[in-house]
């Protein structure tokens, strides 16, 4: 009997909580609305501006100093007796894997757009991220004051770019200087704010009420099409009620089968309170979401049930004033502060000394926390991001968060001799929060090397060191990381690996055909008759991917290429994996240099927004740097739109020039748009 209520009590509990995050293109407005959201749900008692560098999840320097967001931040607030977790996501692309990291422990999502420029490049690129990992998401049409603002032309943006059903539950009242308000279209109301950002509500305007019932009715006929239970009261009453149309949509957005739209202007208080009702009533909490599966075995799956053993994922670790900071989602089981937890990877345990929940700039401390949540932790002095913490007596493991490859690498050395131990550690540090950094040493010239997303991550990377750590670093120019594709392959290479030195000897003797493929490896084996065991073959394999790690054009990974393994022969007594994966790592590396390979560079999909009057200083300034105009459009506000594919390599020092060629008035995104091949070097 008490075991039901309390299993009902923490039932309800993780029911009403949201694990939300804020995502868009850099600008849109994610910390300015996540600001209010702290502001309004009492988290914080004064609202802080992004230009002020006064907010509370761009806490670091650099991001005060830099008006930009860099790190995700995760904060809890209160909302209508729900738990919000929300992380405010960096909109620059240099730190995407924030955001996939992020993604991988959400339940729900907020898309930021800008009521001007609609669907921006990296709004569509962190969109399909969210889609990829199944995190269902409702928009936010924000900065509605802005001159230019028109929420019918974002929303065609968001159908013709995103998805097919922008489903909008409001409609603004008043346009850019004048926009007060939004008529709430599910409970026929009107919502206006004053100055000081006050809600009133109110009924439907006269002058509005034709228009309101025209976009309520569209909206009960968009979901009716969608929506079996949703069509049939439309049909037998003739319209839909606020409880259905709820109902309906809820189920849509967790579907994704439609998106709905809200809109406001966050700058200026508006908007944000039935932004919070909506991410509540649509978005999912994490009963709803599939459960924590194991790495490689789809069946052991975890619930988000306290009474199953702890499940956790770090997404994300901090070196606070307080100590290390990891932050843990808790998919199943219930953490408790003392617990002792297994890193299910490393085979370490680690103890739980306190569980943080995050209230913006400060901690309350709390003895549990339940399947489902969000919560920092202190203790943990090795779990690194993407670690699984578990119940020592159930080990699971998850599927670590994926991380880009980095495209950039500098030299760094340390400005003073004597610092050189001290660059290295703090670099080893950040390398650490952040898995899209790689900290390595060129083995020909011996410099240790950096090498992260994009020139913004390195730059900052450093600058976190020198302020952190007091190290000053010497960095060198910017490298791209090139690639090799196999563009022509060679059949039937023979290779023979034989030593024969005294004692057992190594014996191996394989025949490969390489050909051209996709963009990554593939291996098989066609050996028929056992002539090569299978252990053999595997150790084919391993060798054939130590052979790609270096390609023979200049020592960069080779990528494009299908191995067979067409026939071989084995000696009884001399043959052993390792001689056979030698025989494929020598084998290969000679079949490639015999084959025809390409130089292959990394491309970025650039978008400029300029006056007009400095376009074609722009579109020159780009030719000459090898980039290809997509196209050119000229914007609602007067400002020229630039697209173009340019090579990564001809970027660096992009952010400069442009400054300089339109008197700082021009801006520029960027996104991996792959490879290219690169100009023969000869
Ligand atoms: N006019 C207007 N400006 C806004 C609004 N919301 C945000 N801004 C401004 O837009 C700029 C960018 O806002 P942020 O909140 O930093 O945007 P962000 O999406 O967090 O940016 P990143 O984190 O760098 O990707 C700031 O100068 C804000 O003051 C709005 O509703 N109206
Ligand atoms: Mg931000």
Known sequence: MRTDTTTRTTTTAIAAVRNLGILAHVDAGKTTVTERILYLTGTTHKRGEVHN?????????????????????????????????????????????????????????????????????????????????????????????????????????????????????????????????????????ALTWDGDGTLTEGPVPDHLTAETTARRRALEEAVAELHPEALEEFCTHGALDATTLTAA?????????????????????????????????YLPSPLDAPPAR????????????????????????????????????????????????????????????????????????????????????????????????CDPDHPILLEAPMSAEPVVTVAVEARRAADTDKLTAALARLAEEDPSLRLATDPET????????????????????????????????????LREALVEGVSGFVYRHAKQDGGAGQFAHIVLDVQVAGDGFAFTSAVTGGRVPREYAQAVEAGCRDALAEGPLGGHPVVGVAVTLTDGITHPKDSSELAFRTAARLGLREALRSARLQLLEPLAEVSVTVPEDALGAVLGDLAARRGQVQGTALGRDGAAQVSALVPLAELFGYAGRLRGRTQGRGTFTTRPAGYTPAPSLG
């Open 53 to 189: 560098g006064t907010t509370v999840t761009d806490f670091d320097p650099q991001e005060r100093d830099r008006g930009i967001t860099i790190f995700a931040a995760a904060v809890s607030c209160a909302w209508a007796g729900h738990r919000i977790n929300l992380i405010d996501t960096p909109g620059h692309v240099d730190f995407a894997d924030e955001v996939e990291r992020s993604l991988r422990v959400l339940d729900g999502a907020v898309a930021v757009f800008d009521a001007v420029a609609g669907v921006e490049p990296q709004s569509e690129s962190v969109w399909r991220q969210a889609e990829r990992h199944g995190v269902p998401r409702i928009a936010f049409v924000n900065k509605l004051d802005r001159a230019g603002a028109d929420l019918d032309t974002a929303l065609t943006s968001i159908r013709e770019r995103l998805h097919p059903r922008p489903l909008a539950v409001q409609l603004p009242l008043g346009t850019e200087e004048s926009f007060t308000g939004v008529i709430d279209l599910v409970h026929l109301r």
């Open 249 to 281: 949509l809820r189920h849509l957005t967790r579907t994704g089968e439609a998106v709905v739209v809200l809109c406001g202007s966050a700058y200026r208080n508006r908007g944000i309170e039935p932004l919070l009702d909506a991410a509540v009533a």
């Open 294 to 389: 194991a790495a490689g075995e789809q069946q052991r799956q975890r619930a988000a049930d306290p009474q199953q053993p702890l499940t956790a994922l770090a997404f994300k670790v901090t070196a606070a004033p307080t100590g290390r900071l990891t932050y843990l989602r808790l998919y199943a089981g219930t953490l408790r502060k003392g617990d002792t937890v297994l890193d299910a990877a490393t085979g370490r345990t680690e103890r739980i000394a306190r569980i943080l929940r995050v209230m913006a700039d400060r901690h309350t401390e709390t003895d549990h926390a339940l399947a489902g949540d969000i919560v920092a932790v202190i203790g943990p002095k090795s779990a690194r991001v993407g670690a699984t913490l």
């Open 446 to 481: 011996g410099q240790r090397t950096l090498s992260g997303l994009g020139e913004l991550h390195l730059e900052v990377a450093v600058e976190k060191v020198r302020r952190e750590a007091g190290v000053e670093a010497v960095v060198g120019r910017p490298q791209v990381a």
